[in-house]
């Protein structure tokens, strides 16, 4: 059976809400629970219908960008949602992550890429715009580009032996988010943009062993 993904739609302007509804709703494992024109709309709605995923627009009148992501996550009871950046800039990237966000988008994204990065989150995956995973790798690579820590071997080898984030959190001791921030510290320093080619380039670098 199809594991129904509810989504929340968030940005200012309607017109991207109806299309990204037009887009997103005719999946069918996608349900548009709901969608709001700001931050503070979102975090209510998010305490009342608990979607699994928000995709959100970061630049926003009032609660919007990093306040925003925080907020999100702290919202409701339970499980905090899945959020997932869907923006037109790339500037925003790091301190999107670093707040909690799950993804980080372009609104130029085809909107099969978009599907499958909503279900991406929705697993726990971290799923990054080609620009975004750029400027990411600017940012980490500057100290020690391929270098990885202990700490990053670590989480990269649970990965490998098929561990989720909150699995490797769990077996290190350590918060799901500090996971997935190793995580992407490892696809800058190795130059990939997800988990499995993480993994293929670490066996090629000799950094894992089968």
Do not use: C, Q
């Amino acid at each position: 059976m199809t594991t129904l993904i509810r989504l929340l739609i968030v940005d200012d302007h309607p017109i991207v809400r109806d299309g990204l509804r037009a887009v997103l709703g005719r999946e069918p494992d996608l349900e548009i629970a709901g969608e709001a024109g700001d931050g503070e709309e979102a975090v209510r709605l998010t305490a009342r219908l608990a979607p699994d995923v928000v995709l959100l627009d970061l630049r926003m009148p009032g609660l919007a960008g990093v306040a925003a992501i925080r907020a999100l996550r702290a919202a409701g009871e339970g499980e905090p949602p899945r959020v997932l950046v869907l923006t037109t800039f790339d500037t925003d990237v790091l301190p999107a992550l670093e707040a909690g966000a799950d993804g980080y988008l372009l609104k130029d994204a085809p909107p099969e890429e978009l599907a499958r990065a909503v279900r991406a989150t929705h697993r726990g995956e971290t799923v990054l715009a080609p620009a975004a995973a750029g400027r990411l790798a600017d940012h980490v690579r500057r100290p020690a580009r391929g270098v990885l820590t202990g700490r990053e071997l670590e989480v990269l080898r649970l990965v490998a032996g098929g561990a989720t984030n909150r699995e490797a959190a769990a077996e290190l001791f350590i918060s799901e988010a500090s996971v997935k921030t190793h995580l992407l510290h490892v696809y800058a320093k190795l130059d990939v943009r997800d988990r499995a080619a993480a993994v293929g380039e670490a066996y090629r670098r000799g950094l894992l062993h089968p």
